[in-house]
């Protein structure tokens, strides 16, 4: 039995706390004193207390809202589920309410899952300048340190001479790894240009008629 062992027990035999439990050197270590009845008893109480029932194996003895501090993942953990003894070891986030809502408590776990997944979904911007050195340019390089920030979402927003061209006429290269954007407007010699590549989770490319 591998310890510390905080588990709340109440054998027969009386409890071997240098071997079975593990001293801290603290004074609980001789709380209560030998010759009171089931002393042993008592101090494994108040142990088990005071450490969250901190072991390496499933407390013996709980309840439905029973803490207990894993020490395999060092993580605290709590008795949830059906029933008096409930049914389940749950990580404390999930009982951890951060809003009522009429649907429900919103848990700490929910939220970081949430959270977890907008923030995977941030991706960075990436932007670069130049000019047309020959006239008829169909395409735009993409700088090599620019290429490993290109993802599915990405899309090309280009300005020529100061006026953005229709997101629609730009497209990025397919590949593994784009190195160029095509253009449907080629450029003339000396053009100007800006590119901006951002992430776009919704891109209609269809006309949107006004009017």
């Given amino acids: 039995m591998a310890i510390p062992d905080n588990r709340l027990r109440l054998p ?5 706390f240098t071997n079975d439990v593990g001293l801290t050197g603290q004074q609980h270590d001789t709380y209560p004193a030998p010759g009171q009845a089931r002393y042993d008893w008592a101090r494994m109480s108040f142990i088990a207390l005071l450490a969250n029932q901190a072991s390496y194996d499933v407390p013996l ?3 439905l809202g029973t803490p207990w501090f894993d020490l395999n993942t060092m993580t605290l953990k709590i008795r949830t589920g059906s029933g008096v003894a409930g ?3 749950s990580p404390f986030s999930d009982v951890i309410s951060l809003e009522h809502t009429s649907s429900g ?4 776990s929910a939220w970081y ?6 923030l995977a979904s941030i991706r960075p911007q990436s932007t670069y300048s130049g000019r047309a050195v020959n006239d008829d340019v169909d395409n735009i390089p993409i700088p090599l340190s620019v290429q490993t920030a290109i993802y599915a979402e990405t899309r090309p927003f280009v300005w020529v001479n100061g006026l953005l061209v ?3 006429d730009v497209q990025i290269d397919p590949g593994v790894c784009p190195t160029k954007l095509n253009l449907v ?11 901006l590549l951002t992430n776009i989770s919704n891109f209609v490319s269809g006309d949107v008629l006004a009017g």
């Fill in 12 to 16: 027969g035999p009386l409890i071997d």
């Fill in 61 to 63: 003895n709980y309840r």
């Fill in 87 to 89: 049914s389940d070891w």
């Fill in 105 to 108: 408590d919103l848990t700490l």
């Fill in 113 to 118: 899952a949430t959270a977890a997944a907008a």
């Fill in 166 to 168: 229709d997101p629609r």
């Fill in 185 to 195: 407007h080629h450029l003339a010699l000396n053009d100007r240009f800006t590119v």
